[in-house]
């Protein structure tokens, strides 16, 4: 079989001309999903460009890596620069929804360049889609039909502010609509947790910890089938805390039950819990618990 060509498209230009649409602008682009010519075979993309799509219709797989891209019929599906999406489409069918592409140097310097990396959607590793109720797929539309609208008239001296808040508007939305998705998924998000807690009581139960140290949110992300930001965010978004903060808070709960039920020195501990200097178990001990463990082990027996 042979390997599939990656397309390189760092450049709205260079999209446009791949699906054979129009441009209107050298850094921005709305596309109709229904117009586009798609090639039959699967194809892959590595994306230079900020990439999201309404997807209307499902009309074959993406995956990203190995891993398959979460989306159905009215979700929204997001893309990075740097991120990599193979394309897979099923036979008779066409796309049809709506697309918004633009370069990262057309936010350079502008609030929107500010704040993009707070819109953690962009961070999926490409899996996770955004649901859409049918109202705010209108909105989202709306949003998409003004900045198409300013790309197709002159350009002026405000051309390039309207267009950045309009995308920032639009990212705004989809912001809200991704939050609004972790509480509509409250209770299998809960069963998430439940699950991280049994893994992370399993991987401190054996030795695991002595064979791969200290364990990553990558590490239990994969046993839950998510990506680690999604599943990341979805631990803060229900605990308060960051994933990376929980497993830690789990790590010096550890720590403290063995420091008062065994007689065991403090950098043996350390090592049996994951860490690679004993150090480092203090450090973190400290910051955590306000005292050195060694400290903590003397006040607590009296």
């Known amino acids: 079989m042979m390997k599939e060509e990656v397309i390189e498209l760092d450049t709205v230009d260079k999209y446009n001309k791949f699906f054979k649409v129009e441009t209107y602008h050298p850094m921005v682009t709305v596309v109709d999903l229904s117009k586009i010519t798609q090639p039959a075979q699967p194809f892959t993309i590595n994306y230079g460009i900020y990439a999201l799509f309404l997807k209307d219709t499902l009309c074959g797989d993406i995956t990203y890596g ?20 193979s394309i897979h489409a099923q036979e008779g069918t066409r796309p049809t929804g709506y ?20 819109y953690s959607f962009f961070s999926y590793e490409a899996r996770e889609a955004l649901h859409l109720s049918e109202e705010e797929r209108h909105t989202v539309i709306d949003c998409l039909h003004k900045i198409d609208t300013e790309l ?34 409250e209770a299998s998000n809960k069963d998430i947790i439940v699950r991280f807690e049994q893994l992370l009581d399993e991987y401190f139960d054996g030795q695991t910890p002595q064979e791969e140290g200290l364990p990553t949110v990558k590490y239990f992300a994969e046993r839950v089938f998510l990506s680690p930001n999604y599943f990341g965010d ?11 903060e929980y497993i830690q808070s789990k790590v010096v709960e550890r720590a ?19 860490f690679q200097y004993p150090q480092h178990m203090s450090r973190m001990f400290k910051r955590l618990v306000g005292h050195s463990p060694n400290k903590y082990r003397t006040q607590q027996r009296g």
């Open 66 to 85: 190995r891993q398959p891209y979460d989306y159905q019929e009215g979700t929204i599906v997001c893309f990075a620069p740097g991120q990599v999406a």
């Open 99 to 118: 697309g918004l592409l633009f370069h990262p140097d057309l936010i350079h310097g502008t609030q929107l360049g500010h704040d993009i990396r707070n």
């Open 152 to 185: 197709r008239r002159p350009a002026d001296k405000h051309s390039r502010r309207l267009i950045t808040a309009n995308i920032g508007l639009l990212l705004d939305y989809c912001m809200r609509f991704y939050e609004r998705q972790f509480t509509t998924r």
């Open 234 to 244: 979805m631990i803060s978004k229900q605990t308060g805390k960051t994933a990376s």
């Open 256 to 274: 403290k039950d063995m420091l008062l039920s065994t007689t065991k020195p403090m950098s043996e501990i350390a090592y049996s819990l994951g």
